[in-house]
């Protein structure tokens, strides 16, 4: 069997960043079109604010994502994928298949 890593660490690198219980689920919803906080609460049910706010500024730092803060009353912040982002949507897209696949088992 082909070896996974082409250098030892980097599963260990990728699962720091979205290895919790809620980043994919965050990101499947960013990827959807959710960007607002208020959104990302209602589609990542079961999530507490403290967790999202947390997970969100997480990703923000490691430049998963980018937040944009608008001037307005009451004040509205949008989160997007960046680019290093959208490369984690194929990961998702392979997580979905194999739930499909799995999901009666």
């Known amino acids: ?6 250098q030892d660490g980097c599963v260990g690198k990728a699962l720091e960043v979205i ?11 960013i990827a959807d079109g959710n960007c607002r906080f208020g959104l990302l609460q209602k589609e990542v049910a079961g999530i507490s604010p403290r967790t999202l706010s ?3 500024e997480h990703l923000v730092h490691e430049g ?3 937040k944009k803060s608008y001037n307005e009353i009451p004040p ?3 989160y997007t994928l960046t680019d290093k982002g959208y490369d984690l949507i194929p990961i998702l897209r392979q997580m979905a ?6 999901q009666a088992a």
């Open 54 to 56: 947390q997970r969100l």
């Open 19 to 29: 290895g919790d219980k809620w980043t994919p689920l965050i990101l499947k919803a």
């Open 1 to 6: 069997m082909k070896k996974i890593e082409e």
């Open 97 to 102: 298949k194999w739930g499909l696949k799995y």
């Open 76 to 78: 509205r912040v949008e």
């Open 64 to 66: 998963i994502l980018s």
